[in-house]
């Protein structure tokens, strides 16, 4: 969730924003899904717009396997907001885009 202090730019943070089950009358079956927030930061907006982009272009749609025991049936895109920040102190700017996904799976 938080880059390593001290970390130079570019780099991407990631957090589970939520976890919802899916239920059903019965039983609840073990298809889950949850929202991501994948985050993009660099010093340069060209260069976070193109991390951004890159990001989208391998996560949307995706389906398989990721490590172990979750099966992704499919990633969707959900939305997409641009965060620029201004350190005050040495009037450097930081480039950040964060962008959610809706990652469905089953374990």
Do not use: C
């Amino acid at each position: 969730m938080v880059a390593p202090q001290g970390k130079a730019l570019p780099y991407v943070t990631y957090q589970q924003i939520s976890e919802t089950p899916t239920h059903a009358m019965g039983a609840d079956p073990s298809l889950k899904w949850s929202r991501y927030q994948i985050s993009y930061w660099s010093s340069a907006g060209p260069q976070v717009r193109r991390l951004a982009n890159a990001g989208k272009d391998v996560l949307r749609d995706f389906s398989g396997s990721l490590g172990g025991s979750v099966a992704v049936q499919r990633i969707f895109y959900d939305n997409e907001v641009t965060l620029p920040e201004i350190d005050s102190e040495n009037k450097k700017a930081t480039y950040h885009i964060a962008q959610d996904y809706l990652i469905w799976y089953t374990t």
